[in-house]
């Protein structure tokens, strides 16, 4: 009998440290998948980063260049992604070292 507290207590480790938090990582990564639409810059598993031109159920097609469209599998998506403009030198003015 002394045994069922720490069999429950393990168990309740366990629960905390490995479950909750890979469901917790399963449903965000299904509500990002739920909430792509046309427009949005992704990153897929393979490193391709692209605009979304169009979004079916399983598939979507990523514009990576100038008029270069891929159809890759929706649930390869892994982040969208903020694409920022290159920074000219004249932006930040440069320091002189002593």
């Known amino acids: 009998m002394a045994n069922v507290p720490l069999i429950v207590g393990l168990f309740?480790?366990?629960?905390f440290v490995m479950i909750r938090p890979q469901q917790k990582q399963a449903k965000e990564a299904q509500d990002l998948l739920s909430s792509l639409k046309k427009g949005d810059d992704v990153i897929t598993s393979g490193g391709v980063v692209g605009k979304i031109f169009s979004v079916d159920d399983k598939f979507i097609q990523l514009e990576v260049a100038a008029g270069v469209k891929l159809r890759v599998l929706k649930a390869s998506v892994q982040a969208r992604v903020t694409v920022?403009?290159?920074k000219s030198a004249t932006t930040e003015p440069k320091k002189e070292e002593k």
């Not at 309740?12 to 629960?15: D, E, G, K, L, S």
């Open 84 to 86: 920022e403009a290159p």
């Open 12 to 15: 309740a480790i366990i629960y």
